[in-house]
């Protein structure tokens, strides 16, 4: 069992920053693939960013190319999301997931299995 806390969030003005947080518990954070999603009301879930078990490889939404930064720390179990140039649209609940297989990152939530019980981005304009 995996379990994941989100931190960060937050009400901010475009053009602001923020940065996102995403504590893993478990002993094999390092063999999982990690990945950020967000949701907005009436909308999907879709992700945001991804990034390989070892870090080198990740994935991101063309919304958000250029302004977001996924990373993560290994000894502090920890995933982050990087976010500039924060537009109103970006507005929605941000969720951290963890797919145990590990093996590639995808877009696609049913990929993942754990995930964190978000927390809330709303950008004013």
């Known amino acids: 069992q995996v379990y994941l806390v989100e931190s960060g969030g937050g009400l901010v003005q475009t053009g602001d920053s923020l940065r996102l947080s995403c504590a893993a518990s478990g002993r094999t954070f390092t063999t999982y693939t990690m990945a950020w999603f967000r949701q907005a009301p009436g909308a999907e879930r879709r992700a945001v960013a991804a990034?390989?078990?070892?870090?080198?490889?990740?994935y991101y939404a063309d919304s958000v190319k250029g302004r977001f930064t996924i990373s993560r720390d290994s000894a502090k179990q920890t995933v982050y999301l990087q976010m500039n140039s924060l537009r109103p649209e970006d507005t929605a609940m941000y969720y951290c997931?963890?797919?145990?297989?590990?093996?590639?990152?995808?877009?696609?939530?049913?990929?993942?299995?754990?995930w964190g019980q978000g927390t809330q981005v709303t950008v004013s304009s």
């Open positions: 990034i390989s078990r070892g870090g080198v490889e990740t």
């Open positions: 997931a963890a797919d145990a297989a590990g093996w590639r990152i995808s877009p696609d939530p049913n990929e993942y299995d754990y």
